[in-house]
């Protein structure tokens, strides 16, 4: 600690010119570092909302159909709904931006072939049916679910268990 402060007092102009470009060169790079990371950061972030964020065609709404008589059933959950979906598999998330727009946090599920999804809202139960094979996604902002026809991910992570 003493050199450094020898080397920081010193009164020769080479000495302490050699100490400001240092102190510089480590400010400059400590700079682009914190740059680099919050750069990075936003780069990871809007991937993450680009994969969540589906445009589509909306799903078909339908009368209510008894699940059970379609086949077996999986579970599914929002925010403020349960529910349940007929064939295939799901991917769901928690994501806070809505066409590019800051969001309170909701729940965003891809479907890789659903038949049928019934969900339990706080508003009542709605249906959405999908074409055979069709991926859908169903997000939950504002308190109303949304379904589109497509989904961001490949089929091979819907496959149910």
Same mark, same amino acid.
């Given at each position: +600690? ?7 007092t010193a009164?020769?102009? $080479?000495?302490r ?13 400590a700079?682009? +570092?914190?740059?680099a990371a919050?750069?990075g &950061? ?6 993450e909302?680009?994969?969540?964020t ?5 799903c ?20 403020q709904?349960?529910?349940a ?5 799901v991917v %769901?998330s928690e ?6 727009q ?6 965003? %599920?891809?479907?890789g072939s ?9 508003? $009542?139960?709605?249906?959405?049916k999908?074409?055979r094979? &069709?991926p ?5 902002? $504002?308190?109303?679910?949304?379904c589109v026809l497509?989904?961001n ?9």
């Amino acid at each position: +600690m003493r050199d450094l402060v020898d080397i920081a007092t010193a009164t020769s102009p $080479g000495v302490r010119m050699v100490t400001r470009v240092l102190l510089g060169l480590a400010a400059s790079i400590a700079v682009a +570092m914190t740059i680099a990371a919050v750069l990075g &950061q936003r780069t990871r972030d809007q991937a993450e909302i680009d994969l969540w964020t589906v445009s589509g065609p909306p799903c078909q709404r339908t009368a209510p159909i008894s699940l059970e008589s379609l086949g077996q059933s999986a579970p599914v959950s929002f925010e403020q709904a349960q529910g349940a979906f007929v064939h295939g598999g799901v991917v %769901c998330s928690e994501i806070d931006r809505y066409h590019g727009q800051l969001t309170r946090p909701f729940t965003v %599920c891809q479907f890789g072939s659903p038949y049928l999804v019934r969900l339990d809202t706080p508003r $009542g139960e709605v249906f959405f049916k999908a074409p055979r094979g &069709q991926p859908v996604t169903i997000s939950f902002a $504002g308190g109303e679910p949304r379904c589109v026809l497509g989904a961001n991910f490949p089929a091979a992570l819907f496959q149910s268990s």
